[in-house]
């Protein structure tokens, strides 16, 4: 099973941005589909975006157009770089790894959006 770490959490201003990364223990290449998900506090976990390993791009409505998901292959990293945020973008951010029947989720990073 693949273990996902992710990093580059923070706290950050409004408007501000960050960029989060998830780190594989394999190549995400080899990956079906590697996703960002986040969860505030009271809220179920939500889809922020995702990428397969063909390219294919998904937003949620909330991000589209300020978070962009990207993968480097060589780096066995997938990327999440969010822009012009919003105090209700806080939340603790997970990456996920999902190959058929196979799930697997990192540990979680918090980002918080606050002047």
């Known amino acids: 099973q693949v273990q996902l770490v992710e990093t580059g959490g923070g706290l950050v201003q409004p408007g501000g941005s960050l960029r989060l990364s998830c780190t594989a223990s394999k190549s995400i290449f080899s990956i079906g589909v590697m996703a960002w998900y986040r969860q505030a506090p009271g809220n179920e976990r939500e889809l922020v975006a995702s990428i397969t390993r063909r390219g294919i791009i998904n937003y949620a409505a909330s991000v589209k157009d300020r978070f962009t998901i990207s993968g480097d292959n060589a780096k066995n990293t997938v990327y999440l770089q969010m822009n012009s945020l919003k105090p209700e973008d806080t939340a603790v951010y997970y990456c996920?790894?999902?190959?058929?029947?196979?799930?697997?989720w990192g540990q979680g990073t918090q980002v918080t959006v606050s002047s």
């Open positions: 996920r790894g999902v190959d058929g029947p196979r799930s697997s």
